[in-house]
Nanobody
Framework: QVHLVESGGGSVQVGGSLRLSCAVS????????VAWFRQAPEKEREGVAC???????GYADSVKGRFTISKDSAKNTLYLEMVGLKPEDTAIYYC?????????????????????WGQGTHVTVSS
């Protein structure tokens, strides 16, 4: 059973930084792409960043230049470094792995492709 556990969320002020972690089990992040999503109150879940097995990464326009996705292959752990946080970054952040029929080498931020989700970690940015 694929299992993803996020940590590292919290409350910060505008301009602050946070580093989210996602420990992944029963799914090799070195073989397929994985991603971070977020969902703000009363908004749709949106893709934030993805990383392919070869290290290629993709980002939503809203976070480019501020967020960095990375992974530790040995620990099978995914990270999201967030700097320059804004109030609009407030959301629950989820890491996700693609379902068996959607796995591949190319990065994707299409939510329907992901069948495995963590429980989420809260990020609150206040002004």
């Amino acid at each position: 059973q694929v299992h993803l556990v996020e940590s590292g969320g919290g409350s910060v002020q505008v301009g602050g930084s946070l580093r989210l972690s996602c420990a992944v089990s029963q799914f090799d992040i070195n073989k397929y792409y994985v991603a971070w999503f977020r969902q703000a109150p009363e908004k749709e879940r949106e893709g934030v960043a993805c990383i392919a097995p070869n290290g290629y990464s993709g980002y939503a326009d809203s976070v480019k230049g501020r967020f960095t996705i990375s992974k530790d292959s040995a620990k099978n752990t995914l990270y999201l470094e967030m700097v320059g946080l804004k109030p609009e970054d407030t959301a629950i952040y989820y890491c996700a792995a693609p379902s068996a029929t959607s796995r591949g080498l190319r990065c994707s931020l299409a939510a329907p492709r992901f069948g495995y989700w963590g429980q989420g970690t809260h990020v609150t940015v206040s002004s």
